[in-house]
């Protein structure tokens, strides 16, 4: 089992920046990807990043150039940069950590942006 706490969410108003992380516990040996998603109310959950034990990142379209993941591996940790944040990115942070077979998930944390 793998075990993940966010932090870093937060209110913050439209432009500004927050910088979201999420440690792993556990069988964190065996973790492959770690990322963010994503759940606005009344809407499914959608990929914002992630990250491979590689470094290799993919992003949600609409986070380009604004939002960037790191991963720390020694730390069993993932971040995620958040700039030039705008009112539609309201929503539930999840954190994610997938293995070859299953796959966990934080409990999430509030983002809101004000406009």
């Known amino acids: 089992q793998v075990q993940l706490v966010e932090s870093g969410g937060g209110l913050v108003q439209a432009g500004g920046s927050l910088r979201l992380s999420c440690a792993a516990s556990?069988?964190?040996?065996?973790?492959?990807?770690m990322g963010w998603y994503r759940q606005a109310p009344g809407k499914e959950r959608e990929l914002v990043a992630v990250?491979?034990?590689?470094?290799?990142?993919n992003y949600a379209e609409s986070v380009k150039g604004r939002f960037s993941i790191s991963r720390d591996n020694a730390k069993n940790a993932v971040y995620l940069q958040m700039d030039s944040l705008e009112p539609e990115d309201t929503a539930v942070y999840y954190c994610?950590?997938?293995?070859?077979?299953?796959?966990?998930w934080g409990q999430g944390t509030q983002v809101t942006v004000s406009s």
């Open positions: 994610l950590a997938s293995r070859r077979f299953d796959a966990f």
């Open positions: 990250v491979t034990s590689g470094g290799r990142a």
């Open positions: 556990g069988s964190t040996w065996s973790i492959d990807s």
